[in-house]
């Protein structure tokens, strides 16, 4: 199965608006090609760097249209001697990514399904590649008996791929994109047709007002846990700039801001060296570049029966963390509750790791602190739980 893409820039989007949105983000961290599908209600996007897009599909729309009637599974076949794992929970996607050893007594397949038990429900669904070791199958039944079981599923090259599911150019604007902009001529036509008999209708009789008022929807503190996977590429290169140094990057609101020092270095070479999404203020030694994230993320709080147990999951993943809660609160509407994660040593794909974990429309990431340190990073985050109120509670105030 040529032309696979499986490392690529993803987005959940619940509105077309939004795809809108991170395909204009995609275009400014030099994505090249997208392919976007709808699954439910939520649109899943993949955005590849590579230019060389034809033929190339999306494996996580390939495997879960294929698989449309598993509302939760986990999908795992042979790639180039490595392991392919795709995983889903409802209209959300949990992993997609390759394993580098196959063995089955490896201990990267410990780690991996670590992570999968904290994402995925107790009615997941297991599908094992016909070129899948029996191992897997007897790991799977021993370790996970409420876990779904199924073998010899088709493999890579035996899965039918859907048209959206190709890459296409990002020049190449979406089929909504296209029939808008008909849509609108034809408007425009009707429009001019109409124009004269306008003139010769009576007034337009203003109608009362529907009783009752629609409930504004819910913005929440925070910004979007998804910005941790994006690090590695809007950092890239920031430790070799050419006679700067950053000291920090903290998170502000929606706004990123990274703190540079200069070494020996102008400030005009400081903004030929960086990519033009990112905004440069101050001058002198110190300067501060600013990058806004402007993608939005589908919220909607947990439910009010949910028990949130963070330590001995996270703890059991990150061996490193330092993890705090805060004291919890409430308005009309939600409850929350704040948790401090501490990581003195660690690195930007181990923060894309954590990202992983924190992929769910009720969490909100209110701060993050990063400190190079040598070799490593220190990072410090705060990230905030929403859940629904009790029915005995609704309508109080804080």
């Excluded at 529907?210 to 996977?229: C, D, E, H, I, M």
């Excluded at 029966?305 to 409430?330: H, I, K, T």
């Excluded at 308005?331 to 948790?339: A, N």
């Excluded at 003195?344 to 909100?364: F, G, I, K, N, V």
């Amino acid at each position: 199965m040529n032309g696979l893409v499986i490392g690529a820039w993803r987005q959940h989007c619940a509105r077309v608006a939004e795809v809108d949105a991170a395909l204009r983000q995609a275009r400014t961290l030099g994505m090249k090609s997208y392919a976007v599908m709808r699954h439910g209600k939520m649109y899943w996007l993949a955005c590849s760097a590579q230019a060389n897009h034809r033929g190339a599909r999306d494996v996580a729309n390939v495997v879960r249209q294929f698989y449309a009637k598993v509302a939760c599974g986990v999908y795992f076949a042979e790639w180039h001697e490595q392991t392919l794992c795709v995983a889903w929970r409802g209209e959300h996607l949990v992993h997609c990514g390759l394993w580098p050893i196959t063995s089955p007594q490896a201990c990267q397949r410990a780690s991996l399904f670590a992570q999968l038990e904290a994402l995925l429900s107790q009615g997941c669904v297991v599908l094992l590649a016909r070129d899948m070791a029996k191992a897997w199958q007897e790991y799977c039944q021993q370790q996970h008996p409420r876990w779904q079981v199924r073998v010899e599923q088709p493999g890579l090259a035996e899965l039918p791929t859907p048209k959206k599911a190709y890459l296409q150019a990002l020049s190449q604007r979406p089929g909504w994109q296209q029939r808008q902009r008909l849509m609108l001529a034809l408007l425009l036509i009707l429009s001019s047709a109409s124009l004269v008999t306008w003139w010769f209708w009576p007034a337009p009789v203003v109608s009362e007002p529907v009783g009752g008022q629609q409930r504004a929807s819910y913005t929440p503190a925070g910004s979007r846990t998804g910005l941790l996977t994006e690090l590695p590429t809007l950092l890239r290169g920031f430790e070799h700039l050419a006679g700067w140094r950053w000291q920090s990057a903290e998170l502000r609101g929606q706004q990123l801001v990274v703190v540079f020092t200069a070494s020996y270095g102008r400030l005009e070479e400081l903004i030929a060296q960086v990519p033009s999404y990112w905004q440069v203020h101050g001058q002198g030694k110190t300067v501060q570049l600013l990058y806004r994230d402007e993608v939005s993320q589908a919220f909607q709080a947990a439910p009010e029966q949910e028990v949130f147990n963070w330590s001995e999951r996270y703890q059991a993943l990150f061996p490193q963390l330092v993890l705090r809660s805060v004291a919890g609160q409430q308005d009309t509407h939600f409850q929350w509750q704040d948790y401090q994660l501490q990581l003195p040593s660690t690195s930007l794909p181990e923060l894309q790791r954590l990202a992983a974990t924190l992929d769910a429309p009720h969490l909100r990431l209110l701060t993050l602190k990063l400190k190079p340190a040598q070799r490593s990073l220190a990072a410090e985050l705060v990230v905030r739980v929403y859940r629904h109120l009790p029915p005995s509670l609704q309508g109080a105030s804080r």
